[in-house]
């Protein structure tokens, strides 16, 4: 049943990876699935096909797969009709997009999964039509991402993160391919290059390959506390919609959603963009400041303080807590009191040092965190600890760390 | 238990009648079978399942059509015992699920009439009987008809030369789909959503003039009904497999979004009444079959530990012939399809004794809900897999609300105590998931059971009933023999049966019965039983002493049942997996029992 406006153009998606560096937060999830605000990175992309009429995606699903699947289902909810195809083990994106061959024919998308887009950018590279292309943009730390350098519109070399500054034109992982380049990677894959940069670095020599400018919307979470910024671009900054049941005397201000099912209750502030989902009891006397996303079934009790923050589903907040620039994963419970003030912090993740001017607490996921805890600006707190009552914590905990 | 369909409009009927048959397989498939009408009615049916039907079927044109898909209640699967039947004189052809009881007195009559029957199913009379009664008028002929029957139906009726569908109901479910110049009628809503999500319920005792421009509802004596079309609000694609290998896997996965979903809007009304607004009850009975019984169990510990008040337990199928007694309770009646005779006999029953009457089910609209006093609407959403899963769980989670509602009224639950007890349903979807996130370790014990002939599975206090379900999943979809048992029991007989063939599953979480169960532990493993131990994660006491463990998050014993039972949904789908069986569609069992 394909609809008139259908392109019966195809897409790809990769979403078979771990994202390593966003732990805690991917150590249940696949990075694709992150919340930001309140829905998975995968499903912005996956409207982004939607809205240019792209319809049939092929997912390739990997790590934690049955948590796209169970999400996605069969795409009918999204409007779209969406396939799997499985990669079992993450050792390249060309061996993730050969896994999907079979449901290719002629051109088709391929997209990173963990990479927040708009319309915007999937409408630039279709409207640009040459195959194959590349969708390219400027960025700051190139030395995260595969650097191409262009001739016209045409790519002399792409260098996947380069030691030495060669531009700051980037790769985005968004391609229009057709079917021929399909086997050209595989050729290049039997040679040893297992991601599509390498492949595609292989074959510049053989044929022309696009790039496309776009100045859409592009962002990649690659850092626990880029969920914070991430999640204040994608909140609306209009208009609210109010469901759920609402207390006299509660202060709703600028763009806030809450969803249905929610109380707010008596003496609560709210000032948006907030925004709250489904069954959550909020109040009496909470203070919820801007950029704020919390998710489904969250509990917070009086005398709290929420500002600038992501707080995912299922989470108990005790009453007197102060959490400032923080995020705090599924199935989080606090007693009360739990103090995470903003503040200035160096962060180090794998064997990179960060300085971070505002930043508040990273908590993992189902951990269990007592009464009158103190988190200093910076701390990642891994999936499943258990922090008792008072204590002072900073640094980087691992996963399922018992602190007494 | 069987599914029907019926299609009029301008298309080609058999592909809409075979796409809706096969979301209907999980009523019944051993027989299936279809009428297309043309010029003549013709017939096509065989043995085995709908894709079975579809590679024997001619290529029969019309786009007036009936079908059916069986689950052999009287009379054996086979062919001839397939529906539609025919008339002597092939102008009817009829499709029905239900029973009708005295069919064997009204078939001797028809004979001695001089009508041919073909088969040795109950329906056959039907068709007969309405030629009988036929003279010029089909409507007329229905009702004259049905009038003599006794039993249970959802019938669709087609002749010939006319384009309307006659479907009539009584105590089996039966809608009707709107559509645009073309109207359809099923058993089930699940079979029409490829095409309309516009709705009537047909109700007990009516019948419906269905053709492609119109549909007119009628009482039984013939008198005019008006009704307002429903909207379906899900869809199809929340009935299909997305990516997993089985429908039981997928639901499995999405545990934790159901009880998400059956907790909005439910945990803030435990204060404020919408559930149980009145608690003028002293006891409390629960029914209900199968797994549905085995939440009732585990609820009664529920309600009596929050609650305090006695709760007493009765299968559906005995409570509607056992004696009434003095007591007065509120009667929780169990069913995920709202549709399972017994359990609708038992709020019959349950009425009939002046009791108050709650039922839980997970679909709106079904004949139970309009049977009770009040009802709990579980969100499990559409389940397709024979083996009960997440609408297992959702039931679990509505009896927590309820004991908890119940406790607080009673004020056995402090506001402070309840307030915890709501934490724990919170955080209930990450208890599960964290479950789900180790589901390869549950793959691998699963090893010990794949070869056995018999399993044992034994707990105690509130996860007694939880084994019983483990047993029963095991037994249902890998078709190993399986047993559950209270552990304290095994010394009272089961242990004479336990030898190195035989693994023992076994639940010790570190409640008060923790030590118990430890030394039965001991005891099975002297026996040389391999034994696949489900604790808290961590337990070394516990690992010491078994063969294999698997650990679940360290929730509040009283909620332990929910981890633990989708540990040992795993448990099930992965041995059977291993094992090749037919994992969503188990021999001899169907979805939802309609028979009694």
């Known amino acids: 049943m394909q609809s008139e406006e259908d392109t019966g153009l195809k897409a790809v998606i990769l979403a078979a990876g771990e994202g390593m560096r966003l732990r805690p937060f991917t150590y249940s999830r696949p990075k694709p699935m992150l919340p930001i605000g309140n829905r998975p990175i995968l499903e912005y992309i996956v409207d982004a096909l939607v809205s240019n009429d792209i319809k049939d995606i092929i997912m390739v699903v990997g790590y934690k797969k049955e948590k796209i699947m169970s999400y996605f289902q069969d795409g009918a909810r999204f409007d779209a009709r969406i396939s799997y195809a499985f990669q079992e083990k993450q050792i390249g994106t060309a061996h993730a997009l050969i896994a999907a061959k079979h449901f290719l024919d002629d051109n088709f998308v391929v997209l990173a999964g963990d990479n927040l887009i708009d319309s915007r950018i999937v409408s630039d590279l279709l409207h640009n039509g040459r195959i194959p292309s590349i969708l390219v943009t400027e960025s700051d730390i190139p030395s995260k991402y595969g650097v191409v350098q262009l001739e016209g519109n045409k790519i002399t070399s792409i260098v996947e993160k380069p030691e030495v500054m060669v531009g700051n034109i980037i790769s985005t992982g968004v391609y229009l391919f057709n079917h021929e380049i399909l086997n050209a990677i595989e050729i290049e894959m039997c040679a040893g290059a297992l991601g599509i940069t390498n492949a595609i670095q292989k074959m510049l020599g053989k044929q022309d390959i696009y790039a496309v400018k776009t100045d859409g919307k592009w962002i990649d979470v690659v850092y626990p506390?880029?969920?914070?910024?991430?999640?204040?671009?994608?909140?609306?900054?209009?208009?609210?919609?109010?469901?759920?049941?609402?207390?006299?005397?509660?202060?709703?201000?600028?763009?806030?959603?809450?969803?249905?099912?929610?109380?707010?209750?008596?003496?609560?502030?709210?000032?948006?963009?907030?925004?709250?989902?489904?069954?959550?009891?909020?109040?009496?006397?909470?203070?919820?400041?801007?950029?704020?996303?919390?998710?489904?079934?969250?509990?917070?009790?009086?005398?709290?303080?929420?500002?600038?923050?992501?707080?995912?589903?299922?989470?108990?907040?005790?009453?007197?807590?102060?959490?400032?620039?923080?995020?705090?994963?599924?199935?989080?419970?606090?007693?009360?009191?739990?103090?995470?003030v903003c503040g200035q912090a160096f962060a180090k993740i794998d064997d990179d040092f960060f300085k971070l001017d505002n930043i508040g607490a990273m908590i993992g996921e189902d951990t269990i965190i007592g009464s009158h805890v103190a988190i200093a600006p910076g701390t990642i707190v891994g999936a499943g600890c258990r922090i008792s009552d008072g204590v002072r914590l900073s640094g980087n905990l691992e996963n399922k760390c018992v602190v007494v | 238990m069987c599914g029907i369909v019926g299609y009029t409009g301008p298309r080609e009927a058999i592909e809409i009648l075979l796409d809706a048959l096969k979301r209907l397989e999980y009523r019944g498939y051993d027989s299936a079978g279809l009428a297309v009408l043309e010029n003549d009615i013709q017939i096509a049916k065989d043995r085995g399942e709908i894709s079975q039907l579809e590679k024997s079927v001619p290529k029969l044109r019309g786009t007036v059509g009936i079908g059916h898909t069986r689950w052999a209640t009287c009379g054996k699967p086979s062919k001839e015992n397939a529906h539609p039947f025919l008339d002597c004189s092939g102008n009817f052809a009829l499709v029905h699920n239900g029973i009708i009881e005295n069919h064997r007195e009204l078939r001797r009559e028809l004979e001695a009439e001089g009508h041919l029957f073909t088969s040795e199913t109950d329906t056959e009379v039907l068709v007969h009987l309405i030629e009988k009664y036929y003279d010029g008028n089909i409507e007329k002929a229905v009702r004259e008809s049905l009038k003599r029957v006794k039993g249970t139906y959802a019938i669709a009726v087609i002749e010939k030369g006319s384009r309307e569908i006659i479907a009539a109901r009584k105590e089996n479910p039966l809608v009707v789909g709107l559509g645009v110049g073309e109207n359809f009628v099923a058993s089930d809503v699940t079979a029409l959503l490829n095409y309309t999500n516009k709705v009537i319920y047909v109700m007990d005792g009516e019948y419906a003039v269905i053709s492609p421009i119109g549909v007119r509802l009628y009482d039984s004596s013939g008198n005019v009904i008006s009704r307002t079309p429903s909207l379906v609000t899900w869809t199809i694609e929340d009935a299909q497999r997305g990516g997993f290998e089985h429908y039981m896997l997928k639901e499995i996965f999405e545990q934790p979004a159901s009880i998400h979903n059956s907790l909005l809007g439910t945990l803030d009304g435990i204060e404020e009444g919408e559930l149980l607004q009145n608690v003028n009850f002293d006891s409390v009975k629960i029914i209900g079959c199968g797994s549905s019984y085995h939440a009732a169990m585990v609820g009664k510990y529920i309600i009596e530990s929050l609650a305090h008040i006695p709760v007493t337990l009765e299968l559906s199928s005995e409570y509607r012939y056992s004696h009434g007694t003095r007591e007065s309770p509120l009667v929780i009646l169990i069913s995920q399809s709202g549709e399972t005779a017994d359990t609708l006999a038992a709020a019959r029953e349950a009425r009939k004794r002046g009791c108050r009457t709650l039922a839980i089910t997970n679909v709106v609209g079904s004949t139970i809900t309009r049977e009770v006093d009040e009802v709990f609407y579980t969100k499990a959403g559409p389940e397709i897999g024979v083996a009960a899963t997440k609408s297992y769980i959702t039931q679990l989670i509505a009896l927590y609300l309820v004991g908890m509602r119940i406790g607080y009224v009673q004020r056995t639950l402090s506001h402070e105590?309840?307030?915890?007890?709501?934490?724990?349903?919170?955080?209930?979807?990450?208890?599960?998931?964290?479950?789900?996130?180790?589901?390869?370790?549950?793959?691998e014990a699963s090893d010990l059971l794949v070869n056995a002939r018999n399993v044992f599975f034994i707990g105690r206090n509130i996860n007694y009933p939880t084994m019983l379900e483990g047993a029963l999943k095991l037994k249902e979809i890998s078709y190993i023999h399986a047993e559950g048992y209270a552990a304290g029991e095994l010394k009272h007989g089961p242990l004479a049966l336990l030898d190195e063939n035989t693994p023992v599953v076994a639940s010790c979480i570190r409640d008060h019965t923790y030590e118990k169960m430890m030394s039965n532990i001991s005891e099975v493993a002297a026996r040389d039983s391999p034994v696949l131990a489900i604790g808290y994660e961590g337990d070394r006491d516990l690992m010491a002493i078994v063969d294999r463990f698997i650990g679940i998050p360290k929730v509040n014993p009283l909620f332990s049942p929910v981890p633990l039972t989708v540990v040992l949904q795993l448990l099930a789908y992965y041995t059977a997996r291993k094992r090749g069986c037919p994992i969503d569609k188990p021999r001899n069992l169907a979805k939802s029992v309609t028979v009694e």
């Open chain 1, 225 to 340: 506390w880029d969920i914070i910024k991430v999640n204040a671009m994608a909140l609306s900054s209009e208009g609210q919609t109010i469901s759920g049941v609402v207390e006299d005397n509660v202060m709703i201000k600028g763009p806030v959603v809450i969803g249905a099912g929610t109380r707010i209750r008596s003496g609560t502030y709210i000032n948006g963009p907030v925004l709250i989902g489904e069954g959550c009891e909020i109040g009496p006397h909470v203070s919820i400041f801007p950029t704020t996303s919390i998710g489904n079934n969250v509990r917070i009790d009086p005398y709290t303080y929420v500002s600038n923050s992501v707080i995912m589903n299922n989470v108990c907040i005790g009453s007197h807590s102060h959490l400032s620039h923080t995020v705090i994963d599924e199935g989080v419970m606090i007693a009360s009191s739990l103090s995470c």
């Open chain 2, 417 to 443: 105590l309840l307030r915890s007890m709501k934490d724990q349903l919170r955080i209930m979807p990450r208890q599960v998931n964290a479950v789900l996130d180790n589901k390869e370790i549950v793959e």
